[in-house]
């Protein structure tokens, strides 16, 4: 690859984890002290990364359809996922687009049919990501990028959780992400790369009062994502976790799952005196509160 110069700009080459092109913005500076872009390649100091919507114009540059990585993400009708189809369908990068309901996200593909597809996919269901990654095979012929982005939350006390409402979180969280990856493995070692991106949480990370089931749900993804890490850098496949803390997506909103104070469980007056207590004693415990 060779330098690229624009009426205002001058752009050095470097190139992805597929091995395919892209270009760091050169500006005037002193060249011989070393530095690393956000992607960990050296270069030297003055130089930036280019701007999104220089982005977009070099990626056409030098990158065509064909050869362009193939994103396979989960759960694209609201929230992250549905942001990040959108960006990567945007910039003309190949796409494999997914949510239960596949008309709530029609319109991401829209007019991009030739380099995206758009297929209903519950992860609970291990016939249907069978059918979605056959899909995705037979139309593109690999797959790059798995975006593990499907699940939910589900807010409980340890004492008053629902059996029924804890297995089907793990059951979307858990064990669906565990077999939407296997389902993809084989496609990504025989290519001898890819990258497998989980998406978990800060509660992933640590636990907070009343949500200690999906916190257990995403430390599961944790430390399953170390294990494979290790598994999978020989092959040349990559894994990362992603824990977002508060976002303005629909998690807190139509997504979220809550024990129903008004169940049978719940009625129990042991039960109630428990979140009384519980408020008091964290009430007692705030800045300013006497004690």
């Not at 977009?56 to 009708?77: A, D, N, R, Y």
Request: aromatic residues 8%; neutral net charge.
């Amino acid at each position: 690859m060779q330098m690229l110069r624009t009426g205002y700009a001058e752009y050095a080459p470097f190139c992805n984890f597929r091995g395919e092109p892209y270009y760091v913005r050169r500006d005037a500076g002193p060249k011989s002290e070393i530095h690393r872009n956000h992607r960990g390649h050296p270069h030297p100091a003055g130089e930036k990364d280019f701007p999104f919507t220089e982005s977009l114009l070099l990626q056409e540059h030098t990158m065509s359809t064909s050869t362009s990585p193939v994103w396979f993400i989960t759960g694209c009708s609201t929230g992250l996922g549905r942001a990040l189809a959108t960006l990567i369908v945007e910039r003309g990068w190949r796409a494999v687009v997914t949510a239960r309901d596949v008309s709530s996200i029609a319109d991401i593909v829209s007019g991009a049919e030739d380099r995206a597809v758009a297929l209903s996919l519950d992860v609970t269901k291990p016939a249907e990501i069978e059918a979605a990654v056959a899909t995705a095979r037979a139309k593109f012929g690999r797959i790059d990028v798995l975006v593990n982005n499907a699940g939910y939350g589900y807010q409980s006390t340890a004492e008053e959780g629902v059996e029924a409402e804890i297995r089907a979180q793990f059951d979307v969280n858990v064990f669906g992400l565990f077999a939407m990856t296997r389902a993809v493995l084989p496609l990504m070692r025989e290519q001898r790369s890819g990258n497998i991106i989980n998406i978990s949480s800060v509660a992933g990370l640590i636990g907070f009062p009343g949500s200690g089931y999906y916190a257990a749900s995403k430390h599961a993804v944790e430390g399953w994502s170390d294990s494979l890490r290790a598994e999978l850098e020989p092959l040349g496949v990559g894994v990362t976790c992603v824990e977002p803390g508060p976002f303005r997506t629909d998690w807190a909103g139509r997504s979220l799952r809550q024990t129903d104070p008004d169940c049978r469980l719940c009625r129990d007056c042991r039960k109630a005196a428990y979140r009384d207590e519980a408020g008091e004693w964290h009430a007692a415990r705030r800045p300013g509160a006497s004690r």
